[in-house]
């Protein structure tokens, strides 16, 4: 294991790097106090080397690496990649690439929905990890040997776990299936939220229209000053705040202090005071202007019954082909087609269409029916008349 702390030995191991089909990444980082992750330490293997590089080392620039991320010859392999790749498209403005991520990729090939490093290792290498040292100060100097021995083994293991989920989607068929689950993660769009757009992420918690509108210049207001400040949203206004005051609508401070999310000392600063503000900029959008206010459709009995049809026929798919239910369809996905056949969900695009979708419309319409057995589910064609 080598430890990188120049510009050179860094160029000279990208270098080398780059003339392998794939590399194993990861990363270590604080975020806890800060909106962006602060990178400490970047672990990455081939083949034949591992590395891990500080870029906490003085004078030491990540442009070498940067580059190799963006050598589409070399696949840049990680494990739940989604923060690690916020971080590289952060300080470089890219999303690496190719990407293969390595829980997604073992969800396809049946190993369990989210499936931790750790048990994806011992699945696969009969390696049991140490992982005291996960939650350690990376950005903390010097770093023990002890943490560094943890650090490097994020991508050691990770080479084996590549060539098996990679011989099982040959085999298997289901490369496809990955390349569809990756487009999230592939997307630029994932790392970085526009202000304007930070409401979307939002669990709905408001009572009208107007509260929406109100709620989605608040979360303009939080996403600018946190990322602005480099601070977390919480640390601005936590969402239960924020879905009290759009839901209140203060007229002015004082009632702003009256609220049991707000501190009456927040509602004197001069945050108190730009939220006022904030506030009627939403009382003036016109309705026209707002999202409209997203709210479930109560299921009757019959669409309960055939929600809990299309459920025993989802878990009968998800066991045949050995992959986990939610993967396939969520409760949400299952209730909207009960109600139409036509619904906008996943569980009706691509492979999720084929394996799922389809044989779900051939029920509601009456073509197949479920049976049992040799104890297991099944799906006939209806008999005619």
Known sequence: ??????????????????????????????????????????????????????PLADGISLEPLFALMGDTSVVKVFHAARQDIEIFYHLSGQVPAPLFDSQVAAMVCGFGEQVSYSALVKKITDTNLDKTSQYTDWAKRPLSNKQLTYAVGDVTYLRDIYKRLQKDLD?????????????????????????????????????????????????????????????????????????????????????????????????????????????????????????????????????????????????????QNGVAPKMIATTSDLEQLALSDKADIAAMKGWRLELFGKPALAIKRGELVLTVKDQKVQTLAAPEG
């Open 1 to 54: 294991m080598q430890m990188i702390t120049t510009t050179p030995d860094l160029d000279a191991l990208c270098q080398r790097l780059a003339t392998y089909p794939f590399v194993t990444v990861d990363t270590e980082f604080m975020r806890e106090s800060t909106y962006w992750p602060d990178l400490c330490l970047i672990q990455i293997a081939s083949d034949d080397e591992e590395a891990i590089i500080d």
């Open 171 to 319: 085999k298997s068929g289901r490369t496809s299936w990955l390349e569809e689950e990756m487009k999230t993660l592939t997307s630029a769009e994932t790392y970085y939220i526009e202000p304007k757009d930070a409401w979307k992420r939002m669990k709905m918690r408001v009572k009208s229209r107007r509260a929406l509108g109100i709620l989605v210049e608040l979360a303009q207001w939080r996403e600018t000053l946190a990322q602005g400040s480099n601070v977390p949203r919480g640390r601005v206004l936590k969402d239960d705040a924020l879905f009290d005051i759009a839901n209140q609508a203060p007229n002015n401070q004082k009632d702003l202090g009256a609220l049991r999310a707000v501190s009456e000392g927040f509602a004197r600063s001069d945050k108190g005071k730009q939220i006022i503000d904030v506030i009627a900029r939403g009382k003036a959008k016109e309705l026209d202007d707002i999202p409209p206010l997203k709210k479930g459709t109560p299921l009757d009995a019959q669409a309960q019954a055939v929600c809990e049809l299309l459920r025993v026929l989802l878990k009968a798919v998800a066991a």
